[in-house]
């Protein structure tokens, strides 16, 4: 099972939109509504910003939104603040064999 | 508020076992809704789902196909924790390990341990 694909880098200015892209396949993403993303700052644990495609869990900002088109996955973070400067991470459920995929990580820069 | 604190070693030698362990609180390890995960992160292989173990009135573990003939994931009901045993290390093994929680149902890891870096050398 490869690992889902993510673009290395991505960069904004204070206040734009971007969208980060997480390419899996037909066994993973394309498959299950089972997709989240992870925010991790320097030094840290993973954090969950977006979970099952679309949800936020409570306590993270609305600024962030997920979507899903065939076996590929987004994250748009609005509003982009500096404090959003971090590296993100996509995961979905892979089945009874592989169980869960990680993405290969977007470093995003404001 | 559920909350993981991870204990081990930092350097372990080829060939041999790598163990450490996940201390849990504001949780229970036998609890029915939810399962316990163990993660790595390298720069190499980067985020890689290792296995898990949860309770549904017997003890169940799965574990990923890349390391299922050298790991082992117990629970510890007397100490509420669990533990991850890695075997016949390489230098490929060194990474960060964490512990990782989901509840039952779901598919996100929350929360997650502080991480161990563990160096293969």
């Known amino acids: 099972q490869s690992a889902l694909t993510q673009p290395a880098s991505v960069s904004g200015s204070p206040g734009q939109s971007i969208t980060l892209s997480c390419a899996g396949s037909?066994?993973?993403?394309?498959?299950?509504?089972?997709v989240s993303w992870y925010q991790q700052h320097p030094g840290k644990a993973p954090k969950v910003v977006i979970y099952?495609?679309?949800q936020r869990p409570s306590g993270v900002s609305d600024r962030f939104s997920g979507s899903k088109s065939g076996n590929t996955a987004s994250l748009t973070i609005s509003g982009l603040q500096a404090e959003d400067e971090a590296d993100y991470y996509c995961?979905?459920?892979?089945?009874?064999?592989?169980?869960?995929?990680f993405g290969t990580g977007t470093k995003v820069t404001v | 508020q559920v909350q993981l604190q991870q204990s081990g070693p930092g350097l372990v030698r080829p060939s041999q076992t790598l163990t450490l362990t996940c201390a849990i609180s504001?949780?229970?390890?036998?609890?029915?809704?939810?399962?316990w995960n163990w993660i790595r992160q390298s720069p190499s292989r980067g985020l890689e789902w290792l296995g898990r173990?949860?309770?549904?009135?017997?003890?169940?573990?799965d574990y990923a196909p890349s390391v299922k003939s050298r790991i082992t994931i117990n629970p510890d009901t007397s100490k509420n924790q669990f533990s991850l045993q890695l075997n016949s290390l390489t230098p490929e093994d060194t990474a960060v390990y964490y512990c990782?929680?989901?509840?039952?149902?779901?598919?996100?890891?929350?929360?997650w341990g502080q991480g161990t870096l563990v160096t293969v050398s």
């Open positions: 037909s066994s993973d993403v394309g498959n299950y509504n089972l």
């Open positions: 995961s979905s459920y892979a089945g009874s064999t592989f169980f869960f995929v």
């Open positions: 173990t949860y309770y549904r009135s017997q003890w169940y573990n």
């Open positions: 990782a929680r989901y509840a039952s149902g779901r598919s996100w890891f929350d929360p």
């Open positions: 099952e495609v679309t």
């Open positions: 504001g949780d229970s390890v036998s609890s029915n809704s939810a399962v």
